[in-house]
């Protein structure tokens, strides 16, 4: 009997031991369940929270803030414009000097014209001459064959980048040449090669000088060979020539040379003179006095006396036109002065043709042209 109650009690014992094992499996799985719930929830909002953040850091390092963003761009467009307009304003420069003369020369030229007697082979030159220019400036091509030696004249304010400048003048006068604006005109001196773009050691010929004012101003100006060729240098005294050192040896040098060079250097011509220097300077300021306008007055008053004379005395030596004779042989006449050693006294004469190519632009900010200067 005790020992059949006592079987019941651990019978019953088990039960409930069971039972309680099941409860608490149940409750302890209850509790993971919603342990489990509470995890991915949280989980959750941690991976928000986090995607959220990485998410602001990529984005930050993608894309750069929105001001900065802005003022490359603007900077970078700016720097391509300026670059790309810089070189369309020399070439346009390229294009008019070499297609169009100057309303200052071509008025000198039709005034030539009306002064030659009807029915000469002078007046037949000049009307030639007047047909070329209106026939050159109508098909935008070059007035002569010979596009001559490039000059540019540039004044610019302090800081001007002027290794960046020739780049780009360089780059243009390549184009120029490619579209036809310019001929194939620059060989090396010892080969004889043509490197068929214009540019190489001394060519284009860039003269840079600095001014007061803001803006660049560009001058550019063409120099035919044949004209070239004819300019001369005089080392006075001259006694062949009977030239001392004053403004009388100076006149008569100018004159020999307008003598010599008479039925070559296609005249009518224009006369760009320097009085002293050295060699080297003389025949640079020479040429720039052919950047003077045709109708300007020389500041100097014996200098404009002189102008006038050699002008004059030259149309009345009967070379004429190309040398056939006739009331035009020279078209002006612009002398300069450089300081000279007292043991020196050179009398440069550069010698344009009538196919006298120069203008000039002055540039706005951009590099855009302002105005045109002849
Ligand atoms: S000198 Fe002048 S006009 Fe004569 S061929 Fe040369 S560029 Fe032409």
Redesign the pocket.
């Known amino acids: 009997m005790v020992k059949k109650k006592a079987k019941a009690k651990k019978v019953v014992a088990k039960k409930a031991v069971k039972k309680t094992t099941k409860k608490t499996t149940k409750k302890v799985a209850a509790k993971k369940v919603v342990a489990k719930k509470a995890t991915k929830k949280v989980a959750k909002k941690v991976a928000k929270k986090v995607a959220k953040k990485v998410a602001k850091k990529v984005a930050k390092k993608a894309a750069p803030k929105k001001a900065p963003a802005k003022k490359i761009a603007v900077k970078k467009t700016l720097a391509k414009k300026g670059g790309d307009q810089l070189f369309d304003s020399l070439l346009e420069l390229i294009r008019k000097t070499s297609a169009e003369i100057p309303g200052d020369i071509q008025k000198v030229i039709l005034e030539a014209l009306h002064r030659e007697e009807k029915n000469t082979t002078a007046e037949y030159a000049m009307n030639i001459i007047k047909a070329n220019i209106e026939l050159a400036k109508k098909k935008s091509q070059p007035?002569?064959?010979?596009?001559?030696t490039i000059l540019f004249y540039v004044s610019h304010p302090v800081g001007f980048n002027q290794t960046e400048f020739t780049k780009t003048v360089h780059k243009a006068v390549r184009k120029a040449t490619e579209v036809g604006f310019l001929r194939q005109n620059s060989v090396d001196s010892l080969t004889g090669k043509n490197d068929s773009m214009n540019v190489g050691p001394g060519h284009p010929d860039i003269h840079f000088h600095e001014h007061k004012k803001n803006s660049v101003e560009i001058k550019l100006m063409?120099?035919?060979?044949?004209?070239?060729n004819v300019g001369a240098q005089y080392s006075l005294p001259n006694q062949a020539l009977g030239a001392g050192r004053d403004l009388d040896g100076v006149r008569k040098a100018i004159l020999d040379c307008i003598v010599k060079a008479q039925g070559k250097?296609?005249g009518p011509g224009v006369l760009g003179v320097c009085i002293g220097g050295d060699r080297g300077a003389g025949y640079v300021q020479s040429k720039e006095q052919l950047l003077r306008k045709l109708d300007d007055e020389n500041s100097v008053a014996d200098l404009k006396k002189l102008e006038k004379d050699i002008v004059e005395t030259a149309n009345k030596l009967g070379i004429g036109p190309m040398g056939f004779g006739g009331k035009t042989t020279l078209l002006g006449c612009k002398i300069g002065t450089l300081n000279r050693l007292p043991a020196s006294f050179f009398v440069s004469v550069s010698y344009?043709?009538?196919?006298y190519?120069r203008q000039g632009v002055s540039l706005k900010g951009d590099n855009s042209i302002a105005k045109w200067l002849y």
Do not use: F, S, V
């Open positions: 007035l002569c064959q010979d596009t001559g063409l120099k035919g060979g044949g004209c070239e250097g296609c344009m043709c009538w196919a190519r």
